[in-house]
């Protein structure tokens, strides 16, 4: 299974950037998707998770700004980022997690390599 990630750049202030994340391999159903990110000198957070009911939650510092959206069908996750900030800026990771077979309720997690995201004017 690999994680393509891709979308992350440089942005002034109050820009938007997309983040997609699209994940291959022998996939069977994607169980969860969320999106990591991680600042020089600070612990990886979560930043925003979809599940396979639809169901989505934010951290409270990207509420209102991020979206994440799932694309079941080329097994893909986006974050839209809109006004972005300074502290935006971070290594932002994709965090999947699906099953293999029909026949399995084991769910494999992978993480995608990290994409950069630079909020600066």
Same mark, same amino acid.
């Given at each position: 299974?690999?994680?393509?990630?891709?979308?992350?750049?440089?942005? &002034?202030?109050? $820009?938007?950037? +997309?983040?997609?994340? =699209? !994940?291959?391999? #022998?996939?069977? @159903?994607? %169980?969860?998707?969320?999106?990591?990110? &991680?600042?020089? $000198?600070?612990? +990886?957070?979560?930043? =925003? !998770?979809?599940? #396979?009911?639809? @169901?989505? %939650?934010?951290?409270?510092?990207?509420?209102?700004?991020?979206?994440?959206? +799932?694309?079941?069908?080329?097994?893909?996750?986006?974050?839209?980022?809109?006004?972005?900030?300074?502290?935006?800026?971070?290594?932002?990771?994709?965090?999947?997690?699906?099953?293999?077979?029909?026949?399995?309720?084991?769910?494999?997690?992978?993480?995608?390599?990290?994409?950069?995201?630079?909020?600066?004017?």
């Amino acid at each position: 299974v690999q994680l393509q990630a891709s979308g992350g750049g440089l942005v &002034q202030p109050g $820009g938007s950037l +997309r983040l997609s994340c =699209a !994940a291959s391999g #022998s996939i069977f @159903s994607i %169980n969860h998707m969320s999106w990591f990110r &991680q600042a020089p $000198g600070k612990q +990886r957070e979560l930043v =925003a !998770a979809t599940t #396979s009911d639809g @169901s989505t %939650n934010y951290v409270n510092s990207v509420k209102g700004r991020f979206t994440i959206s +799932r694309d079941n069908a080329k097994n893909t996750v986006y974050l839209q980022m809109n006004s972005l900030k300074p502290e935006d800026t971070a290594v932002y990771f994709c965090y999947v997690g699906f099953t293999t077979s029909p026949r399995s309720t084991t769910v494999y997690s992978y993480w995608g390599q990290g994409t950069q995201v630079t909020v600066s004017s």
